[in-house]
């Protein structure tokens, strides 16, 4: 399985070859195995999970590749507006799904939902103990228009605290970077973030208002796509995602 890693600017999701057969994630003597190559635009905190979610599915259906576009989520729907092709489509949240509501082939169905965690470097130097803290910390969060800045700013409302970041990021994956490389006090990530990065951060939890909750839709309407998604929401697809700490929906 093949994975890029796509920048907010020229960002170009991956050509996709036709895709046949069942409906149902491992192929059967009854019918025709699932073939092809899948491409997923996915958000950036899906991609540990949405990773060993492909291998598990191309290990099931040995004719099907499966090859991911991570990225923030307003970042992967402008470019599909702009006519980058995929299959799927997997968002961090239900504001940035509606925006591609005109490119999906079916209706958008939850599978996973997640929390915002305060993360320092090891060893919290600067002493982070609560969100009130991060008004005077040298802090690091997403951008407004991406889910998990669009969750920062409401639990920062809810907080009653005024933040004054030092850089707001296109994804997560880039607060969570700066933070373990040193740039940055603290950062609001999802907590499945903070537990993947284990000891390169120091993880602060605090009472959370907000849960992003996750929606996944076709982008067209072959097979293998409808199987993924299948997939993706079966036990064993929830199973997955809990073990990477997101949350039921």
Request: glycine share 8%; proline share 5%.
């Amino acid at each position: 399985m093949r994975i890029r890693s796509l920048a907010v600017a020229g960002l170009a999701l991956l050509a996709v070859a036709g895709c046949s057969a069942s409906p149902t994630p491992a192929p059967s003597s009854s019918a025709a195995a699932l073939e092809g190559t899948l491409t997923v635009a996915a958000a950036a905190s899906l991609q540990n999970a949405f990773t060993e979610l492909g291998d598990l599915f191309e290990g099931a259906n040995p004719e099907v590749t499966v090859e991911f576009a991570f990225a923030g989520s307003s970042a992967l729907v402008a470019q599909l507006q702009e006519g980058a092709p995929g299959d799927v489509f997997a968002s961090a949240d239900a504001a940035n799904m509606e925006k591609a509501s005109e490119l999906l082939s079916g209706d958008p169905e939850l599978f996973a939902g997640n929390t915002l965690t305060i993360v320092t470097p090891p060893g919290n130097p600067s002493g982070i103990e609560s969100f009130a803290d991060l008004a005077d910390a040298r802090l690091v969060v997403c951008a407004a228009q991406v889910p998990c800045g669009t969750a920062t700013a409401a639990e920062a409302d809810a907080a009653g605290v005024t933040l004054s970041p030092v850089s707001e990021e296109q994804s997560v994956t880039d607060v969570l970077g700066r933070v373990t490389s040193g740039e940055a006090d603290a950062g609001l990530v999802y907590a499945t973030d903070a537990e993947a990065a284990g000891d390169a951060v120091e993880r602060i939890d605090f009472d959370t208002t907000v849960v992003n909750e996750y929606p996944i839709a076709a982008l067209n309407d072959s097979e293998v796509a409808a199987a993924f998604i299948a997939f993706v929401l079966s036990d064993e697809g929830r199973s997955v995602l809990a073990s990477y700490g997101f949350k039921a929906p």
